[in-house]
């Protein structure tokens, strides 16, 4: 087999497994961090029974598949959100890889040394992602706008840029600019939005929109968004402040952040379809 369709089929089987298991690690977060729990403590148990979970019960997806969502011990159903998170996370990072094909093409031969930080650059942008996940369902769950998620999605937003400077430090106006316009107008919008509807602005939502704009953001300034049009950028700011404002006070608030979240999947969509067209 060609080393370049080896290290392909690597590195996009590599990423959807690892996005996979992060969305079970997501699940975690979700639950706990709004009810003040610690994350890195505390084994899983069944939430009818209360049976402390094996490590043959916790295996991301497949276990849920292979126990068709029941519990092992009391064959209570276990909820599908569960193997959702996991799906979409997995799915999230399998778009971001297919996307970025052109950095297998090019790792090599072109970045050399910088290989390393270029695929750096690629996982902390589907960190930002995973951030973004977990903000968005903790807000459908609690309406609560977590700081942890917005302050990790900030700084690794910021650190998406790093390997594109370093390869290129004309890139940093670029970064810079988007940043700009990525992080400033979204809560800006929002706060304009609410109060012309007469609508409070609270910390909760400044925490949800921060993290919000760092996905979009992240994937407009990381090298490994090269091909991320700017029309993107701006559609996806638009619609998520416009599904905030039209969204808030009323009982389908809860599916802001997803409908933020789905509008910038959607255009890393069109972003892995035109990557593919232009490399192959």
Known sequence: MDMTVFFTVYYVIFFTLIGIVLGSFLNVVIYRLPVGRTISKGRSMCMTCGH?????????????????????????????????????????????????????????????????????GAFLYMIVMCCVISAMMIWHDTFKGMVQPAVVALILAFATNIPGILNNPESIIRAFTTFVLCIAPIPLIDLIGYSVRKKKYTRD???????????????????????????????????????????????????????????NLLMLIITCVINLISNY
């Open 52 to 120: 402390t979970l094996a490590a043959k019960d916790l295996v991301p997806l497949f276990s849920w598949l292979f126990l068709k969502g029941k519990c092992r011990y009391c064959g209570a159903p276990v909820a599908s959100r569960y193997a959702k998170i996991e799906s979409l996370t997995g799915f999230t990072f399998l778009t971001i890889a297919l996307g970025n094909l052109y950095l297998v093409n090019e790792l090599l031969t072109v970045y050399g040394s910088n290989a390393g930080f270029l695929l750096l």
């Open 205 to 263: 939502d400044l925490f949800l929109d921060l993290t919000l704009a760092c996905q979009v953001a992240a994937g407009g300034t990381s090298i490994i968004s090269t091909y991320f049009h700017p029309a993107f950028i701006v559609i996806t700011v638009i619609i998520s402040s416009i599904g905030r404002i039209i969204l808030k006070g009323t009982s389908k608030d809860k599916y802001a952040g997803i409908v933020s979240f789905c509008t």
